[in-house]
């Protein structure tokens, strides 16, 4: 009986040097540090390493010896797909990876969305092999904060929560952006206003529809960027001498394609006299568009509604609402990861936005 053939062992770093009776130095470089070697030394190396079925050099060992793991961890507290269903965290995503490739970094999602466990989430969070988080949109009192906290590596956030210890962060001055497009809104002859809103705390009952805010549920939200924009409407009002009081508010709890449509009917229901819905983002008022047509309402004629992010779909649609730089903000937070400020001080960058008046606001019926 014929014996089967002892197996192949791995070819390893030492084995190709002394196959090509160079030094390991010079393998090592081949793959890391190519210009020391002359184009010729480099292809024979590489042609070896593949006729002996060498792999490269060990990431692990070399992220050890260099102590860079050579990847930036994006922390997202939504479910993973959030980042690519969302157009504006799609925008942002791609900025991101824009200034790592820049950089000659990776990216990593770090997946410690709400069908993890805690555990599961912050064992994640632990393990990433990363130089550096961006930290996407959390509430205030999100529990991976401290973790992250735990690795002392650099952190940036985008856009929430304000004042991590040691972070700098990337951002639009939401409050004056909404209160720009209120204005106009108001400015309009709308006295009668509906906000729906992205919901305004982290935990929320699974699969829950779209609800009336209380005044304090607005007032101490865990998502400070909502309650900004709200404020920025109150803003409007208050200047025009309108009772802020009597905005309706409409939390939705999913970014769901039907979630803003659910909310407009529960603001219509509220208060039947609405003429204008304000929307804390595109998503929700392209839905709450879509609810109304079905429904015979027209926009703007009988119905004037407003988004905020400027995404390609509402632009496309005339939809009068604030244009912020996503991908900007991507590519800011990336920069600023891996060129830190000299002074070694967090820095707050702030960037511009425009009210864009589409064809989606008029004059109240």
């Not at 024979?44 to 050579?70: F, M, N």
């Not at 990776?106 to 930290?135: C, E, K, Q, T, Y």
């Not at 909502?226 to 409407?233: D, K, T, W």
């Not at 819905?277 to 008022?285: F, K, P, W, Y």
Request: hydrophobic share 40%.
């Amino acid at each position: 009986m014929s014996r089967s053939p002892a197996p192949r062992r791995r070819a390893t770093l030492a084995s190709l040097a002394a196959e090509l009776k160079v030094s390991r130095t010079t393998i090592s470089n081949a793959y890391n540090r190519p210009d020391q070697l002359s184009a010729d030394l480099r292809d024979r190396v590489l042609a070896t390493a593949k006729q002996l079925g060498y792999p490269g050099p060990d990431p692990v060992a070399r992220s050890l010896r260099t102590r860079k793991a050579g990847a930036v961890g994006l922390m997202i507290t939504e479910p993973l797909n959030y980042s690519f269903s969302d157009p504006a965290a799609l925008d942002f995503v791609a900025g991101l990876a824009e200034s790592c490739e820049e950089a000659g970094q990776g990216l990593l999602l770090v997946a410690i969305g709400p069908n993890r466990s805690l555990d599961d989430g912050s064992a994640a969070v632990l393990a990433a092999g990363v130089d550096g988080f961006v930290v996407y949109s959390a509430s205030d009192d999100d529990p991976y904060l401290s973790v992250v906290a735990q690795r002392h590596l650099p952190i940036v956030v985008v856009d929430q929560p304000k004042d991590v210890p040691g972070a700098s962060r990337v951002c639009i001055d939401d409050r004056e952006a909404m209160r720009l497009l209120a204005e106009h809104v108001v400015g309009l002859g709308h006295r009668q206003i509906g906000l729906l809103t992205m919901r305004l705390d982290r935990d929320w009952p699974h699969g829950a529809k779209p609800a009336l805010a209380d005044p304090e549920r607005v007032k101490t939200p865990h998502f400070h960027v909502q309650r900004e924009r709200i404020l920025g409407v109150r803003d409007a009002m208050t200047a025009a001498g309108l009772d802020s009081d009597s905005l309706t508010v409409v939390e939705s709890y999913e970014h769901l394609p039907t979630s803003g449509g659910a909310a407009a009917e529960v603001a219509l229901d509220a208060n039947p006299r609405i003429t204008a819905l304000m929307c804390t983002a595109d998503v929700l008022a392209l839905s709450a568009m879509d609810y109304l047509r079905a429904r015979g309402i027209y926009v703007p004629g009988e119905m004037t509604v407003t988004g905020f992010d400027g995404v390609p779909e509402a632009l496309r649609r005339g939809l009068t609402t604030v244009v912020q730089p996503s991908m900007e903000k991507g590519r800011r937070a990336g920069r600023l990861l891996h060129n830190p400020p000299r002074s070694g001080l967090p820095v707050i960058d702030v960037l511009d936005t425009e009210v864009v008046r589409g064809r989606t606001s008029g004059p109240p019926a």
